[in-house]
């Protein structure tokens, strides 16, 4: 029924829900309990009057959520926010341009110093009608690291046991209780760049999360969301990785929507933190024309959300990388600033350079025109009334493998863009002219995304080993080690690289940190 409804009924939809998410206009100092519960009963008749029974039904566990943080906030007194610059690899790719990728020293002779944990985190998952057994982490299931207040640096990763896990860097021990979800974890977590205690995550059980680090007996979570609070389009997944920019909160679902919410980050007197999120702007990522194009209805958003200056950027499975304007978000308006299409599929986030130019990775499945036309590696500007190519490469399969083009998000440095394909080449670009300065294999299905630090270049595969080029000259790259997991399972996660440790996970069900 949902995948039958046109753009303008969809749109009504959304914007009802909007209605329904956004905060009451009250303070947030009222003690009154009749507030809140006036806010619950005018939310529910909304729902009752404007949508029928099976809105209602998805409206009230969405604003359940956030009547369920209201309630919690109403009494307390609050403190003002001090924002507090935490040391780490805190999301996907580090910053919001995906241009970070941890820091140094790497190790120049690397050996396993850890495995996490005794077991394989592996549990069972269903998509549609087939279930299977899952293990380890998968695409894109990069760990997150920080400095704690403490010292102590944590590793926080999301693994297909359906749980997260806290992790000390040093010892491979765990330093919290695990928190589970009902389904696997694919994507990445998002630490709060702040230094709050709050870390943000979805799950295939189909929430998004945010989970509170400072109560006693371990992580707590705040709020969650499903997505099947509004009528998406392809799945209710969240795969991408949680932007959280000034007391905002920017994901992407494989609903199709971008969602933008403010969290109203505060203190209780307890020195505990809390969030009450509002929903801004619910931005559908595909349009009719558009499936029309495909000739399917996948326009998931699986990709992380990117952002510059004032622009947040975002791609979908249907091949559209789309930008919009965020100066106005807190009255509910992103207008469209930027749109093109790829032609097919692009799981790979978009990667931004300090000029502000995108760097796009997209699939090769469909094999429509547009993909001939345009290729799977582009350099784009946005910021033109003209044609935004700057330039573009065609990466078409291996002989045995009838898909091509890339799942891996590029990494990016003053001189060079570097890329994996699915076909298994390690491709080194000239980043202004688009030439290939170098290429290497590195066996079929290299998903894992690549991490540039101190002019080294950490590329991990799906043989299990993991790979350091020398590149402070792009066009003549050094190989000065190679390690492989005992297993030699297949990595498809991306490494995080810290003080002196590279920490991936793999498909054998483990997390495995390198150092000297």
Wanted: hydrophobic share 40%; aromatic share 10%; charged share 25%.
């Amino acid at each position: 029924m949902l995948d039958g409804m046109k753009d303008a009924e969809l749109a009504r939809v959304a914007d009802g829900y909007l209605r329904l998410m956004r905060a009451p206009e009250t303070s947030r100092l009222e003690s009154s309990a009749g507030g809140v519960f006036g806010f619950v009963a005018a939310s529910l008749v909304v729902a009752l009057v404007v949508y029928g029974a099976l809105w209602f039904l998805h409206a009230r566990t969405a604003g359940g959520v956030v009547m369920e943080s209201e309630h919690r906030l109403v009494s307390l007194p609050l403190v003002p926010i001090s924002p507090k610059p935490v040391a780490g690899l805190l999301r996907f790719r580090g910053n919001p341009a995906h241009t970070y990728y941890g820091r140094g020293p790497l190790p120049e002779n690397p050996r396993l110093l850890w495995r996490f944990p005794g077991y394989p985190m592996c549990s069972e998952s269903w998509v549609g009608s087939e279930s299977k057994i899952w293990c380890g982490t998968g695409w894109t299931g990069q760990p997150a690291v920080w400095v704690r207040p403490d010292g102590i640096s944590e590793v926080i990763v999301g693994a297909f046991d359906r749980a997260v896990h806290f992790i000390n860097l040093d010892t491979g021990r765990r330093t919290r209780p695990d928190f589970v979800t009902g389904d696997i974890i694919k994507g990445s977590v998002t630490i709060d760049p702040d230094g709050d205690p709050l870390i943000y995550f979805g799950s295939r059980d189909n929430k998004l999360r945010i989970v509170a680090l400072d109560r006693g007996g371990g992580p707590q979570e705040l709020w969650k969301l499903d997505a099947d609070f509004v009528p998406g389009i392809w799945n209710n997944d969240w795969d991408g990785n949680p932007l959280v920019l000034d007391d905002m909160l920017y994901e992407g679902g494989e609903n199709g929507y971008l969602f933008a919410f403010r969290l109203h980050l505060d203190y209780g007197p307890g020195g505990r933190v809390h969030v009450r999120p509002e929903l801004l702007a619910a931005i559908r990522g595909w349009t009719e024309e558009l499936l029309e194009k495909v000739g399917d209805r996948n326009a998931s958003i699986e990709s992380s959300v990117a952002a510059f200056g004032k622009r947040l950027y975002f791609a979908n499975s249907a091949g559209r990388v789309v930008g919009v304007d965020t100066s106005q978000i807190d009255s509910g308006r992103a207008p469209l600033v930027f749109d093109f299409w790829m032609g097919d599929d692009i799981d790979a986030s978009v990667v931004i350079d300090e000029e502000g130019m995108l760097y796009v990775a997209a699939e090769l499945e469909r094999y429509l025109p547009r993909s001939d036309e345009v290729g799977q590696l582009v350099k784009l500007d946005p910021y033109t009334t003209g044609d935004p190519v700057l330039w573009s490469l065609e990466f078409p399969p291996a002989l045995d493998d009838w898909k091509g083009g890339i799942w891996s998000t590029p990494a990016l440095d003053d001189q060079a863009l570097y890329v994996t394909t699915n076909s298994g080449m390690l491709a080194i670009v000239d980043r202004r002219t688009g030439e290939i300065l170098f290429t290497d294999d590195l066996g079929p299905h290299a998903w894992s995304s690549p991490a540039l630090v101190d002019d080294q270049l950490i590329v991990a595969t799906c043989t299990g080993q993991i790979r350091d080029y020398d590149v402070e000259d792009p066009r003549r790259p050094i190989l000065k080690w190679t390690v492989t997991i005992p297993s030699g399972a297949c990595i498809e996660s991306t490494p995080a690289i810290w003080d002196g440790r590279i920490v991936v996970g793999a498909r054998d069900g483990y997390l495995y940190a390198f150092g000297d």
